[in-house]
């Protein structure tokens, strides 16, 4: 990022918890806590594991840092999501080893045709697919579809992918995003299924 000016006001806030314990570059509390620095603002951490056994979720959502983050979502002008095809090889989630491939058929299996953050199923009717034993902490498809309702902009970032396609327009029409940066390839694919 090199940003034209400071924007000292702005506070960013990661959207799920840590992924591990090991630096990754795309961990949510470091890339919030980036952008914040690039901007001349401040960040805030999400203290909490990004998934969990879903018997902790609860407790964990009611430890008062985490509630206090949780309450910025509510305030939030601007989220920034990755948006993908559910794939048991490649995911994310899979790949840090959070969730096994058998998992990500299983919930393909129960109609998860996308996942946004990594974390966050859905299905054609842009509803929550759970993955049965764990609990995503984090802003989740509920809190975006908040955000898109009181007009706040949730950005997809999409690209350089057919399998991407089908749970963007899922995503686009069942307003879990309302905005989209992508490049032109596939800005005509989406259009070609309008």
Do not use: C
Not at 5 to 32: C, I, K, R, W, Y
Not at 70 to 79: G, H, S
Request: charged share 25%; proline share 7%.
């Amino acid at each position: 990022l090199r940003p034209p000016q400071s924007l000292p006001g702005v506070t960013v806030v990661p959207m799920v918890g840590v992924l591990a314990l090991e630096h990754n570059p795309f961990d949510a509390n470091l890339l919030a806590s980036a952008f914040a620095s690039k901007f001349g603002g401040r960040s805030f951490l999400l203290p909490a594991p990004a998934l969990v056994e879903r018997a902790l979720g609860e407790v964990i959502e009611a430890i008062p840092l985490v509630r206090r983050v949780k309450e910025l979502y509510e305030e939030a002008t601007v989220a920034i999501v990755p948006l993908a095809a559910p794939d048991p090889e490649r995911s994310t989630v899979v790949r840090m080893d959070l969730v096994s491939s058998d998992t990500v058929r299983n919930l393909v299996g129960r109609g998860a045709v996308g996942e946004i953050a990594s974390h966050w199923w859905f299905d054609r009717e842009g509803r929550t697919v759970e993955e049965p034993a764990r609990h995503a902490i984090g802003l989740g498809l509920d809190g975006l579809s908040r955000m898109v309702k009181r007009r706040a902009k949730v950005i997809a970032v999409v690209g350089a992918s057919r399998e991407r396609i089908a749970p963007l327009r899922v995503a686009l029409d069942h307003q879990l995003v309302n905005t989209l940066i992508t490049d032109d390839v596939t800005a005509k694919l989406l259009l070609s299924l309008a």
